[in-house]
């Protein structure tokens, strides 16, 4: 089945410097999609990306897909105590009915 | 709008019991799915469903089974509860394959 690595499983960061997670797959991907948990909180919908190397930012966030649409990328800049929480890729199978997360990274930001 | 709605959102099992934990949503989307989330291992597909009468299974469907009579409700029943099931179940619900999924509060079940 469709399965999909992210990685580092765990960042700490100090307040203002950059953060980046990594979602890496063996197969090729229709679509990828972002969302941002809080502590204690629910998963969040960031962005879903679709086409092959294309970029999107939301302020301080860029997101990235890869020109073989096997990997994508999320980065901050400027890391704010806000941006705590677990980042998650997830990903769709052919036809987009069953969407499967990664295992997530976990972002601490020290003030 | 309420969006996706979970209930309860605070449960305790004794094992063999037998529960229901309850999503509705009131977007009129036609995808629902169901997760877990445990420590450490994110967030696993247990069913979903891509419209009123069809369901299906996901990564983790094995002590769960799921119905969808309605576009607004999708039900997760526990058939005989179990230690393992002990986690924190989120329902979601999407418009389409080009949408991303709308989350619930969750449901922290307990089974001891």
């Known amino acids: 089945g469709q399965q999909v690595m992210q990685i580092p499983q765990y960042q700490h960061v100090q307040e203002g410097e950059d953060f980046t997670t990594y979602c890496n797959s063996s197969?090729?991907?229709?679509?990828i999609q972002w969302y941002k948990q809080r502590p204690g909180g629910h998963p969040v919908f960031l962005i879903q990306l679709v086409k092959s190397g294309e970029v999107k930012k939301q302020k301080r966030l860029t997101f990235q897909f890869g020109e073989a649409k096997k990997n994508s990328s999320l980065h901050i800049t400027a890391t704010q105590t806000t941006d705590v929480g677990t980042y998650f890729c997830?990903?769709?199978?052919?036809?987009?009915?069953?969407?499967?997360f990664g295992a997530g990274t976990r972002l601490f930001v020290k003030a | 709008n309420a969006g996706v709605t979970q209930t309860p959102k605070f449960q305790v099992l004794k094992t063999g019991q037998s529960m229901t934990l309850q999503c509705a949503q009131d977007m009129n989307h036609e995808y629902m799915s169901w997760y877990r989330q445990d420590p450490g291992m994110g967030l696993r597909l247990i069913h979903y469903?891509?419209?009123?009468?069809?369901?299906d299974q996901g990564e983790v469907p094995n002590g769960y089974n799921v119905s969808r009579s309605t576009t607004e409700d999708f039900p997760l029943r526990l058939l005989s509860a179990a230690p393992s099931q002990t986690s924190v179940y989120f329902c979601?619900?999407?418009?389409?394959?080009?949408?991303?999924?709308?989350f619930g509060s969750g449901t922290r079940l307990t089974v001891v």
């Open positions: 469903s891509v419209g009123a009468g069809i369901t």
């Open positions: 979601a619900s999407s418009q389409g394959t080009a949408y991303g999924y709308t």
């Open positions: 997830a990903v769709g199978n052919t036809g987009g009915f069953k969407t499967i």
């Open positions: 197969t090729t991907l229709s679509n």
